[in-house]
């Protein structure tokens, strides 16, 4: 593993530099208006979907560059790039590698442009750890599918205008990964219900979608009809293999250093408790480790391989800090700890306990932690199914 840039990443990196000097919106002023500015500039200079092919309006950027533009944006807490994260992250690249020409054109645009919102019809109340069961169906009815069944724990659907979405459409397949098939749904469509899910923090990130005899055209099938798990495999790759998270836990990690060093425990600042320090410093550990662990992934791409189940390895590790990180943020609040947003003595306006209680989002999207052990056991250590 070479850790070293070229001369010409090192001049990219340069680029990127420059353009954030000069157009990069102060973290404060982050107004809609200057998101959306951004947003425009970075389009132009085709930064949204820079590795993409360019014949469907990507940058048509090397992995390298890609990273090395990643890695300043990070650095300097820009702005996502691009508006579209389940488009840009999954649906976009699954797509584009399974999708008809006039899929391709009919859809990346609007990802890149971030006109509207993905999100992913999955899980279901019975399906959830073994995705593979689900039974969400889908009967073929001349030019088109009629589908019938629920999801849940589906990200943004309030506000998304489209779902991939996840169906069978053979009843009694050889093997539960076939017979599966991949569908691109319109959210407004006629026989589709969407019902919230509140989470502990009082918000609404999750929801349950109902199914009643909804029409899907058969145009609107991404892949061969069975083809559906394959497409997800090569879709969920795509999201647990960037890591772009490893630098917002580091962010987080440097904020509730910096908590600890404000509140005290025991009469002193408490990041001079011994315990505390550990927690950190492991912490941090742990994220090298994530950033190490996504350099093989790199490694992999670079010589021309798929990224495959290894991946889950970092999610998995994600998952756990997510929760570790708030859980130790509250208790170096101390008695400040059950506090919530606008109360008197609560450090940090209440962040903290709003990080806490949202931990969900971020461990049941992409695959629960049961999820990723088994992916892990049976792919990788070559475990027996359960």
């Known amino acids: 593993m070479d850790f070293e840039f070229t001369p010409e990443e090192e001049a990219f990196r340069g680029e990127v530099h420059k353009f954030l000097d000069e157009n990069l919106p102060a973290e404060g002023g982050r ?41 300043e944006m990070a650095r300097r807490k820009a702005p996502p790039l691009g ?56 009967v073929r009815d001349g030019d088109h599918y009629v589908v019938n069944g629920q999801k849940i724990w589906t990200s943004i659907a309030m506000w998304s205008k489209w779902m991939i979405l996840l169906v069978r459409t053979s009843a009694n397949p050889d093997d539960k990964h076939d017979g599966i098939t991949c569908l691109l749904v319109e959210m407004d469509s006629d026989g589709l219900e969407v019902r919230p899910i509140k989470n502990m923090a009082g918000g609404a990130m999750f929801a349950e979608v109902f199914f009643n005899d909804l029409r899907v055209p058969v145009e609107n099938r991404l892949g061969d009809e069975g083809q559906g798990w394959r497409v997800t495999i090569s879709a969920l790759a795509h999201e647990r293999s960037g890591i772009a998270e490893i630098h917002g836990l580091l962010r ?62 970092n999610k998995l590790h994600r998952a756990a800090l997510e929760i570790e990180l708030g859980e130790l943020a509250l208790e170096i609040q101390g008695s400040a700890a059950p506090l919530m947003k606008g109360a008197a003595d609560v450090p940090d306006d209440g962040r903290w306990q709003t990080f806490a209680l949202s931990w969900p989002e971020v461990v049941i999207g992409g695959g629960t932690p049961n999820i990723q052990k088994n992916i892990i056991a049976e792919r990788i250590l070559g475990l027996p199914k359960d």
């Open 83 to 138: 508006s579209c994260f389940m488009g840009l992250a999954w649906v976009g690249p699954a797509i584009i590698e399974y999708g008809t020409e006039e899929q391709k054109q009919k859809f990346i645009p609007d990802i890149l442009d971030g006109k509207y919102q993905w999100c992913t019809g999955y899980s279901e109340p019975d399906s959830g750890s073994d995705l593979a069961s689900l039974k969400c169906k889908a």
């Open 31 to 71: 107004d809609p208006a200057s998101v959306a500015k951004w947003n425009k500039l970075v389009r132009e200079k085709r930064w949204v979907g820079f590795s993409w092919p360019v014949e469907v309006g990507g940058g048509g950027g090397d992995i390298m560059q890609q990273v090395v533009l990643k890695e």
């Open 252 to 313: 987080s990690l440097e904020a509730i250093t910096e908590l600890a060093r404000t509140c005290r425990k025991n009469g002193k600042p408490a990041v001079e408790d011994p315990g505390i320090r550990r927690r950190l410093v492991k912490a941090g550990t742990r994220i090298e480790a994530m950033r190490l662990n996504g350099m093989r992934f790199l490694t992999k791409q670079l010589k021309g391989e798929k990224v495959g189940p290894e991946t889950s390895i």
